[in-house]
Structure formats: C-alpha cells, structure tokens
C-alpha cells in the first residue's frame, strides 16, 4: 500500500506514532499530482514549495505533541476558495491573474490545524455547471474513464481525490456540486446545512444556496474534515450559531430503528437502470442493518430545477458584477471609455456559461418581471422546503439517487444546456430547502463508473447523516475501490 | 404667472452617520486619510467578502426614527441596488428597498402660515460610494475610503409648497439629527445632502404635475435657488403650453440654473432584490423603547422648558436651543447660578461675542460654565458691577483663572462704602456748578452725566446703586 492511497485518519495515525512525516505524505502527493495531473487536469495551481515549508512546519508540531486531526495531512482546495498570496481564479480569465489578499474562514481552520494545502483545484467557471466543462482551464477527466465528465462543478475536487493526488479536499455546492462529482468519481462528497461553515472568502456564485462541503475517500474523514471547518463565523451573517457536535463521537452508532424515507417522486421513468438497482440494493442493505425503509413524498419536486435557475442566476447577476476589470482581474485595455471598459473586459473574461447565466438572472429581476420570476421562485422554494420538513417529521433520513445517470461523455450534454441542468434534478432540491445532503459510493455501472447514494438529513443533522453513511460503508467494500489509474 | 400654480415638493435626505466603524466592516470612518488606507476586503469589494451589519448604524436610524415619530419595523431587509460606476467596488450598493427600518413619521415646521406638518415616508441605511480622483495627466482614480460608510436616507412625503418651507423643514431635520448625535450636519463636507422632487398643477387640480429630481444640493441657499428657478422653469414651460418631462437635474451653483442629467426612459433599473448575504434585520419592541428612553432632549421640549422653568422670553429660548451644545452650556450654567434671565443675557451677549471674535465654538469655549457662574455671584453680591464683570470675563477668557483671583489681583472690587464715594460725589459736584444749576432747574438728563464722571474718578469701582442714592440726595441739595 502506497501512502497517496491512505485516508486521513489512517495517515494521522501513521503520522502520530511517528511511522511517516508531512514531508514524505506530501512529496509523495506532489509526485502524483506530477505522474497524473495532465490525464485528469484537476489542478490549476499547484503550490510544492509552500506545501513542502507548510509539512515542515507541521512535523514540528507532529514531534512537540501538539498535533491537530488534520496537521502535516496534505489537501487541495477548490479555486473558488480565497488563499491569501496563492493565485485564486475561479477557473476564469477573469480572475485569471488574482491574488487575494486574505484568507477565508475555511481555509483559515485548515491553516490552523496544520494541514498541508498542495495547490486549487479545477471547477466550472465561477462553479457553475454539473460536467466541469465549463472551466476557461480545459475540462477536468474522470479517473475511472478519462472520456468521461468528473461532474461538476466542484470536478477538480472530486477527481482529485478519486486519483489520490490529495487526501482529501474541499468543494463547494450550490445545486450539487460536491455530491453529483462525488458520485460520478466514486469519493465521498457532504453539503453541509446552510450557515453550517461560514462562506466568508468563498467566491459567490449564488449567496443562498452556495455552501463548503468536504470531499474524502470515505465517510470517517468526511466527519474529520466537516468538523474541521463547520462552525458560527461573526464574519459570515448567515453562517447559524449552532454548537458544531463532534461528528466522530457517533459515527458507529449504527442505524437500527432509523426511518429512511424514500420519496416517490424521486425514483421516476428515466432513471438509469444500473442507478437504480444500485440504490435499491443500498436499501435493502439498510435495511439489514435494522432501518426501517418509508415511502415519503416531496410534491413540489418538479418544480425545483426551474426555481434554482431563476434564484441562482438572479444571485449571480449580482453576485458577478463586481468583475468590472477596474480594481483587479483582468481589463481589457483598447477600450472606448467606461462602458466600453466595463463590456469588453466582461465579454473577454466570462465564459458562454456564465454569460449565459447573468443574462437569465438579469432578466429575472428586471422591473416588471420580478414579481413573476424571482418573487415566485422564492415562494416555491418555501414550498420545497416546506416539503422537506414535513417529510422529516416522519423520518430520519431521506434516501435517493445523486443523479439521474452515471458520469456522462466529455461533450455529450454540451450542445444542451438544459440536458445538462437536468443532471442536478436530485441534488438541488436540497440547495433550495438549505438542509444537507451527501453521497456516497453505492455500485457500479456495467461500464464501470461509480454510482453514488444521497442521504439528506434535517437542517444541522450531519450527525444522522454521517452515522447512516458509515454504516452502510462498513457494510461493503464501495469505497476501498480504486479508480484505474 | 407663479400665482397661477400650485407649487408640490417633496425632499430627499442623505445624512452620513458619526458612527466610528464603516456600516458593514471594521475600517475607520474618518476623513482625509491617505487614499484606500481605509480598506478591507469588505469595503473594497473583494471576492469572497461578506458584509457584516453595524449595530451603531441601527441604534442611530432608529434612534432618528422615533425623533421624528416614525414607527420602527420590528423585521426590516436590506436589498442590492445594481448598478455599475467605478466608485462601487461591489457593481451594487447595499440599501433598503422593501421594508425599510423606518416608516410614517413626521416634522412639525414653522412657516408664514403658522405650523404645518411634513409627513415623512420612510428612513432607511445605505452604504457611501467611494470617490473618483480626477488626474488630468494619469487618468481617473478610485479612493475607497469612503466606500461602505453609513448613510442614512430621509424621505419625506410631497408635502411642501415653496422654498421657504422646504429650507423650513430641512433645517428642522438637520437640527434633530445633529441634537441626536447621529450625523456631524456638516453641509459642505456632504454630510448632509440633499435631493428636492419639484412639481408644479394649477391650484385645485387633484393629480401631481410631473416632477423632476434636483440632485445634490449642499447648501440651504442652493436649495432655495434650485428649487426656485426648477419651479419658474416649469411653469414657464405649462405657459407655452409644453409638457414638463419626468427628469433627473443638476442644479449648477455658478449659473444658477440647472440642466438634464438623464430623464426617465434613461433611468437605470436598479434590479432591487433582498440581499442574501445579510439576513433580515429583527428588533425587538424592548430594544426600540431602550433607545426611546435613551433619545436626548429635542429643541422643541427644551425651549419649552427653558421658558417654563428658567422664566426666560422665548425668544432667548429659541436662539438657546437651536444648538445642542449651546443649550448645553446655558443649561450647566443656569444649574451652578441660578437667574435664568441674567445667564441667558451673558450666554447670548458675552460668551457669544467672545466666540464669534475667536472663531470658536461654544464647546472650545475657555470660560467654563463653572468659571461664569462664579463670576455672576459676583455681580449678584455686589463685588463687582455689571459693567466690571466684562473686564473680569476677558480676563478670564485669556488667563483661565478664576473670577475671585482676577478681582483680587487687578483691584477689581466694587466701593460700596459711603466714605469713600462721598469725596468723589462732592469733588465732581464742586467742580460743575452750571451743570448743577442746570440739574436743579429740571434738566434731569444730566444725571448720566454726573454718574459717568464720578465712576471715572472711582476707575468703575463705585457701587452704582450706592452712587445714585448719595448723587440724587446731594443733588437735591439735601
Ligand atoms: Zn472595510
């Protein structure tokens, strides 16, 4: 067994006990990144010096006893993440040359725990897509089949951790992206409750639904990780003052009498037959386990995919105007006056995806339209959310598919966006109700990619989640295999 | 032809909060500092920063809100108000828009008519833009300081028919908000600005006139100017039988005149939405009636009780309480000394010329209310005169000592004993006998003349009641 194939909680081990340092796990990881980065393209910044001086910082503290969970444990960010004086672009020409002069909370946790940041990681530009093709840095490849998506948009980070070039890493997720790539990759992926992790120095795409989540390779250093930067931030307004539990403290308490909701109107026609025998299958293995399985129902299921388009884009519209190429990133410089300035540097920054997505939230706030597309998309997200919570007054848990169909071919869904916004039917609903959410490994495709499980659970339920999600890990062998590369 | 219309304004007040910190981050307020020294990732816009709501800034709209008899919302929202400009770092500014914190107050003026009352429609906080440095030679730059400092904005209700009133009613709100301590009221610093809705019907019509926007006046005199020439050149327009056109105008101070910034087809549709990054703003009835309890004393209550229990004519009342620092010093003074006539007097005469000859403001005033009212027992226990006590208050004004150790030092005390004035009485008689003939034969005018001699004699010493007791008598012939 190489190092690069360990988890975090077996390389703290390791690391403790003074059996490996930081320096050998991270050069290690550099190494692999180096062997494998140009097949599946999950870096846009790799940082070897600074993480090579940040291991040593940690083996220092590995040898004065005063270790964290995560010291000397080598990890990559998403490039939506701001690191202060590393290059942070979004995976834009926009911000193509930004390098923030802050860190953000998240990252700040990590710093302080010691862990080793190996570099930023490949996204959908400004995380806005479900295939990571919409990256101005070329698409992210799939580990287990490189003509295939990683999904998206937080890609980089799956496929990071699906091709052991990190520990681990984190991801963000704002209609699915954290846990349709977790599945498409076969790696664990969480969206925590909204305002459970503070997004101050995250990016925005969408202010309301966007939240950090973690990437690993199984569901123990899923709770390291989530614990590691869940917590009330004064600097974020949203982020909720809830005591964050310690996640690990009940992860094997086992599911016995758990009630897991099963909503009708998620298992539908047009459901890949290979997904959805994998997911029957995880049922009756929780079932063995001693869950009680109950069908439940979201009603307003339908109307989930319309009313995140109208929110997200209209919070984007917004949360994107600040890229104007007059105080950072990059300007267009022939310019024919202010306005000229502000266009072409605008037309030249943003990719089709993002443009594409201003202009419909633009358009949704627009005077006399307002009332009739975003105003009425906040009030069936109400609805949503409403569903969910009357559904959790039954269960526990709600189990369903990640995504309508395994990871798709590089290019197949491009010419068809709205295809492509389908690809998030399952995942979204659970932005739009701000509960969380996560996948994990559940089977395989007949043509070998990973399939993965989404368990949603109440708002602040992490802890259910994560104890439903370890049990049926131990259960099988899922997450111990390994994408071919 | 002005006569012939019905003139309707309605006001838009931009007053900058003295609050220390910014309204959603941490950076100083103050001004003049080295361009973008006053930044942080939130005031400068930087991706991944959050705004955080400063609660002073609420404290200060609420606090401006129940001065005004505004009801408080108990839930109000801050919205996103999308534009692009090069002095917005974020592409929009944080307002409100739905639900603002304040709502339905109003302000009593006073005009040739009597009281009238301005109903005001809302108050709500907002963030500054920041400032463009206009460099001939380097292009155009951008200072941030000012970026996201509080602004709190007044808008009242179109119930104003002339200038008059309008200045009536902003110097009414620019009086409150400074007595509150919320806003400095510094008019050329922009802290106080101004935006005037102007139309204009013809008396007896029921639908407004269209109504053009004056934007950023700073001075009560534009004000009047701006509206003033906005509603002659409206009705010069109705005379030739023109339309006036919903318009946004700026008032240019040189020329007196104003000219089309961008009229309503050009307006920007600022795309308002609540803002996700900051939630909705809760306060709770027990916090809103702290805060009531917490307001100062506002000129109207305290002219009114300056009259009642100071016994002092309105008038002195009004010119007292028309700054809060001023009525301050009267109020200490009159609490140490007693007579609130005699107080007003010094306060309105003395203490005001000295400050107007120093160009200082009464709270730099060197003379403490503690040093006057020393001074005026003084006078009340015959001392030194009235007229002495000038000279002993320029004297403490430059020294700072005491009005007890100047009299000391300079010789200062009144001669009330009979002994002494008496020589002075007979030797100033002696020496004018026509005038004393005169005197006798009814020309009593000529006392002041005989008072000013004999207080030459004594250096200003002499008791004048004493004197004019013992001059009468001995005048008289007795
Ligand atoms: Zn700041």
């Not at chain 1, 307003?300 to 950072?328: F, K, P, Q, W």
């Not at chain 1, 197949?412 to 709205?418: D, F, Q, R, S």
Request: aromatic share 8%.
């Amino acid at each position: 067994m190489q190092l690069t194939d360990l988890t975090i909680h077996q390389l703290h081990d390791l690391l403790r006990a003074g059996k490996t340092s930081s320096q050998e796990v991270t050069q290690a990881f550099l190494d692999r990144i180096a062997d494998t980065d140009e097949h599946v393209n999950a870096f846009i910044t790799v940082c070897p010096q600074e993480a090579l001086q940040q291991a040593e910082a940690a083996d220092a503290r590995l040898k004065a006893g005063d270790a964290a969970p995560l010291t000397g444990i080598p990890l990559a960010l998403k490039d939506i993440f701001v690191t202060e004086g590393l290059r942070t672009t979004c995976a834009s020409q926009i911000l193509n040359n930004f390098v923030p002069p802050y860190d953000g909370t998240a990252v700040a946790k990590l710093k302080e725990q010691g862990a080793v940041i190996l570099g930023k990681l490949n996204m959908d530009e400004f995380a806005m897509g479900s295939s990571n093709e919409n990256s101005s840095f070329g698409p992210v490849r799939n580990p287990w089949n490189k003509d295939c998506v990683p999904g998206g948009s937080s890609g980089g980070s799956a496929a990071c951790v699906a091709a052991r070039q990190a520990v681990a890493t984190l991801g963000t997720d704002t209609g699915g992206s954290i846990r349709q790539p977790a599945s498409h990759c076969g790696v664990v992926g969480l969206k925590p409750t909204y305002g459970r992790v503070s997004r101050y120095g995250v990016i925005a795409y969408a202010s309301s639904l966007d939240q950090v989540g973690p990437v690993t390779r199984d569901v123990e250093d899923c709770a390291m990780l989530l614990g590691a930067v869940a917590g009330y931030d004064p600097a974020d307004s949203t982020s909720v003052d809830v005591p964050v539990p310690d996640y690990l403290a009940t992860l094997k308490d086992g599911v016995k009498g758990l009630k897991v909701g099963l909503p009708k109107e998620y298992f539908i026609e047009g459901l890949d037959p290979d997904v959805k025998k994998a997911v029957e299958k995880a049922v009756d293995i929780l079932r063995e386990l001693g869950a009680e399985p109950v069908e439940v129902s979201l009603p307003h299921t339908d109307y989930a995919v319309a009313c995140y388009y109208l929110i997200a884009t209209a919070e984007a519209s917004s949360n994107l105007a600040r890229y104007d190429g007059v105080r950072y990133g990059q300007r267009v410089d022939q310019e024919q006056g202010l306005i000229d300035m502000y266009r072409q540097s605008r037309a030249a920054g943003f990719g089709p995806e993002v443009k594409r997505r201003i202009m419909l939230g633009t358009y949704a706030l627009s005077s006399g339209y307002y009332d009739a597309y975003y105003l009425k998309a906040q009030k069936v997200r109400t609805l949503i959310r409403q569903d969910f919570l009357d559904a959790f007054n039954q269960v526990d848990v709600i189990l369903t598919p990640v995504a309508p169909t395994p990871a798709f071919e590089i290019g197949e869904k491009t010419a068809n966006p709205l295809q492509m916004y389908l690809s998030d039917i399952f995942t979204i609903p659970v932005n739009l109700a701000g509960t969380c959410g996560m996948s994990l490994p559940c089977g395989m495709s007949q043509k070998g990619l990973p399939i993965g499980l989404q368990l949603i659970g109440r708002p602040f339920g992490e802890e259910t989640l994560l104890r439903t999600a370890y049990a049926f890990e131990q259960a099988g062998d899922w997450h111990q295999q390994q994408a071919p590369l | 032809m002005l006569s012939k219309y019905e003139v309707v304004i309605g006001l838009e007040v931009h007053a900058q909060l003295t609050t220390n910190t910014k309204i959603f981050c941490n950076c100083s307020t103050t001004f003049g500092n080295e361009p973008n020294s006053q930044t942080c990732p939130v005031c400068l816009g930087l991706p991944g920063a959050l705004p955080v709501l400063n609660k002073k800034v609420v404290e200060y709209a609420v606090r401006t809100g129940l001065a005004t008899e505004c009801s408080i919302a108990p839930r109000s929202l801050f919205a996103r108000k999308n534009y692009f400009y090069p002095d917005l770092p974020k592409g929009y500014q944080i307002s409100q828009f739905e639900l603002p914190i304040c709502e339905h107050g109003r302000l009593e003026i006073d005009t040739k008519d009597g009281k009238k009352t301005i109903g005001i429609t809302r108050i709500h906080m907002e963030e500054d833009a920041g400032k463009l440095l206009h460099d001939s030679d380097a292009g155009s730059r951008v200072d941030l300081n000012r970026a996201c400092t509080p602004l709190m904005e007044i808008v009242s209700e179109p119930d104003m028919s002339s200038a008059d009133e309008a200045i009536a009613y902003l110097k009414k709100l620019h009086q409150i908000i400074v007595y509150l301590g919320v806003c400095d009221g510094n008019l050329e610093e922009g802290s106080f600005r101004c935006d005037a809705n102007v139309s204009i019907r013809p008396w007896g019509q029921k639908e407004l006139g269209t109504r053009a926007e004056l934007k950023n006046i700073n001075s009560f005199r534009f004000i009047k100017q701006a509206i003033d020439y906005e509603v002659e050149r409206q009705a010069d327009i109705l005379e030739e039988g023109g339309r006036v056109v919903q318009e946004t105008r700026l008032f240019d101070t040189d020329s007196g005149t104003s000219r089309s910034m961008r009229s309503k087809e050009e307006a920007h549709d600022y795309r308002y939405f609540p803002d996700p990054d900051l939630v909705p703003l809760l306060v709770s009835e027990e916090w809103i009636e702290q805060a009531r309890l917490e307001l100062p004393e506002l000129p109207e209550a305290k002219i009114e009780r300056f009259v009642k229990e100071y016994d002092i004519p309105h008038y002195d009342a009004e010119v007292l309480a028309a700054e809060r620092t001023n009525a301050d010093y009267y109020d200490a003074l009159v609490k140490l000394h007693g007579n609130g006539k005699l107080c007003s007097n010094w306060v309105m005469g003395e203490v005001q010329r000295a400050l107007n000859e120093n160009g200082l403001k009464i709270s730099d005033c060197p003379v403490t209310p503690q040093l006057l009212a020393g001074m005026l027992k003084r006078i009340d226990d015959n001392t030194i005169s009235g007229k002495i006590a000038k000279k002993v208050f320029d004297a403490m004004w430059k020294s700072g000592k005491d009005s007890d150790t100047i009299i000391e030092e300079q010789g200062l005390k009144q001669v009330t004993d009979l002994s002494a004035i008496e020589p002075l009485v007979d030797e100033v008689i002696a020496a004018n006998p026509g005038q004393v003939a005169e005197y006798r034969g009814g020309k009593e005018k000529l006392m002041g003349f005989f008072v000013g001699q004999i207080m030459k004699a004594s250096k200003g010493k002499a008791n004048p009641a004493t004197l004019n007791e013992l001059l009468k008598k001995k005048l008289a012939g007795e």
